[in-house]
């Protein structure tokens, strides 16, 4: 068995700029959509727990961040590679007309799952009579 990945050292840098993979740091992906008059957000956040989770609202974005802080350093430990990543994540998302009071925020498996409601929209219509 062989402990070094297939891609060690400068391999990862050149295969870098041939294939488009996802970033390993600092980046959680997510999915948008929208049904039902509300916009959904699936994010994925795995290796969190939700105390590790804020997410704030402010000046109209939306914003989710997740810090991890590192594990306590065993020096027996004799890594070959680390790849996992500690500190901050952090994603930004613009919002439009939406209610701010009722975004609703769920996390589950490692996936951060957000509702956000789109305001109800009232039309201002007047009739103007012609004389």
Do not use: W
């Not at 039902?36 to 957000?41: G, M, R, T």
């Not at 609202?57 to 590192?70: P, R, S």
């Amino acid at each position: 068995m062989n402990l070094i990945p297939r891609n060690f050292l400068f391999d990862d840098d050149l295969e870098d700029f041939f294939v488009t993979k996802p970033s390993k740091r600092g980046e959680m992906k997510c999915d948008i959509y929208e049904k039902d008059n509300k916009y959904y957000i699936e994010l994925d956040a795995p290796g969190f727990d939700k105390k590790e989770i804020n997410i704030e609202v402010k000046d109209g974005y939306l914003t989710v961040k997740a810090h991890k802080k590192e594990e306590s350093k065993d020096e027996k430990k004799n890594y070959i590679r680390k790849e996992r990543y500690y500190g901050e994540y952090s994603r930004s998302f613009a919002l439009g007309d939406v209610d701010i009071d009722n975004i609703d925020a769920k996390f589950e498996n490692g996936i951060l799952n957000i509702t956000v409601p789109k305001k109800e929209i009232q039309e201002n219509k007047k009739y103007i009579e012609v004389k």
